[in-house]
């Protein structure tokens, strides 16, 4: 995959694709994992509805019309080096990147905002949700 292609529209089809048909993401989804939540790669936001421990839709550019209980944010950079194959320490799990970033100040990393209740009802399912963006981007399984 090459960077130009992340967070396209075919690659966020890929993501969904990846998201509901992962077996372990049925698990820790639960089918109860019904929060929205959004993605913020630099300036561009893609709001993912979840239903049921799956992907229903994701929409870019959410407006005030929209909902969701919480989120990640980052630089592009931060994000491409989040999906790479083997990331860099601290950019490889949302819990030590939102670490780095929220606790240590450090630039770089990514951060979770929100609902710190739904964040952590749904912390299994969610850091599932974004470790399969790697899987997305690389092809692999």
């Known amino acids: 995959m090459n ?6 529209h ?15 993401m049925e698990v820790r989804g639960h089918d109860k994992f019904d929060d929205d939540f959004y993605v913020e790669i630099g300036d561009e936001r893609f ?3 979840m239903r049921d421990g799956s992907i229903r839709e994701i929409r870019p550019n959410p407006t005030l019309n929209d909902r969701w209980s919480f989120g990640v944010e980052g630089s592009r950079e ?10 860099p320490a601290f950019n ?3 819990v030590a990147s939102h670490y ?3 606790v240590r100040n450090e630039d770089g990393h990514l951060r979770m ?15 599932r949700a974004l470790d399969l963006m790697r899987v997305a981007h690389n092809g692999g399984s």
Do not use: C, M
């Open 78 to 87: 931060a994000w491409e080096e989040f999906v790479q194959e083997n990331p």
């Open 10 to 24: 075919e690659w966020w089809e890929r993501y969904k694709e990846t998201v509901n048909s992962d077996p372990e």
């Open 100 to 102: 780095r970033s929220a």
């Open 92 to 94: 490889h799990e949302i």
């Open 3 to 8: 960077d130009t292609d992340f967070a396209s």
């Open 47 to 49: 709001l993912i509805e």
């Open 113 to 127: 905002r929100g609902d710190n209740k739904k964040i952590f009802q749904n912390l299994r399912a969610f850091q």
